[in-house]
């Protein structure tokens, strides 16, 4: 800003690109949102629903349901029921918890068929979907579990503080 209060062009561009920008992600927000609320649409297709055969246990932030993981026969997966950011961090997290489970199976002499890693977004970039695959055992059906629903708990507190910050 100069000496008399004005606001130079400059300054009044970075503003209006800035609020652009949160705007933005709030329409990305709120569209995510209303698909939520309004079931998606996406009726048998929809990662929120059970498939048959699984069994559903709800992740909750206090009183708050944020997450579905479904078990299946050999796998593990996670819906959010709200819109979900997900960081690189906690990417790295499950990569990570991944990796052991894939480690393990491999030293198990399991090499033709090893756990997997599959993430899906929705196309403003939220988190639609978590699968992990190629589980043999409970004991890798509950480690694959436990790394989801406390990715699906960190990807609440990134969000959280997303929206925050825009104020």
């Known amino acids: 800003m100069s000496t008399d209060g004005a606001v130079s062009k400059a300054e009044l561009a970075l503003w209006l690109r800035e609020r652009v920008a949160q705007l933005e992600d709030e329409l990305r927000y709120l569209r995510a949102l209303l698909e939520a609320i309004s079931g998606g649409g996406g009726g048998e297709r929809d990662p929120r629903r059970a498939r048959p055969g ?41 990569d990570a918890v991944i990796g ?16 997997r890693l599959e993430v899906r977004s929705t196309p403003d970039g939220g988190l639609e979907e978590i699968l992990v695959d190629g589980l043999h055992n409970t004991l890798e059906q509950i480690k694959a579990k436990t790394a989801l629903k406390h990715a699906a708990e960190l990807a609440w507190q990134y969000t959280r503080a997303a929206r925050k910050a825009r104020g």
Do not use: H, N
């Not at 069994?55 to 959010?80: C, N, T």
């Not at 393990?104 to 090499?111: I, S």
């Open 54 to 94: 699984e069994r559903v246990e709800e992740v909750r932030v206090g009183r708050r349901r944020i997450a579905r993981v479904f078990k299946g026969e050999d796998y593990v997966r996670l819906a959010p029921l709200v819109p979900l950011v997900f960081p690189r961090e906690v990417r790295g997290y499950i």
């Open 100 to 115: 052991e489970i894939r480690a393990e199976q491999a030293r198990a002499g399991r090499e033709d068929r090893l756990a």
